[in-house]
């Protein structure tokens, strides 16, 4: 449990370093999170993975709906 803790504040500075995040990229991070650790089985690396991938996505669905 304390390594998605450590993940989840991994990627949340990150999408804080990045700038203000839309809605998409926010609900894309949280997602992607959320697959990443179903998957990975709680672990961290897979959990900062899939976040990364939502954030991706979502970044290019904003981008894809302007």
Known sequence: MLK???GIALVASLVGLSGCATKAETIGTAGG???GAAVSNGGTL???G???LG????????DRHR
Do not use: C, F
């Open 55 to 62: 954030y991706g996505a979502g970044r290019a669905y904003e």
């Open 33 to 35: 999170m959320a697959a």
């Open 4 to 6: 998605s803790g450590i």
């Open 46 to 48: 897979g959990t900062l």
């Open 50 to 52: 899939g976040a990364l």
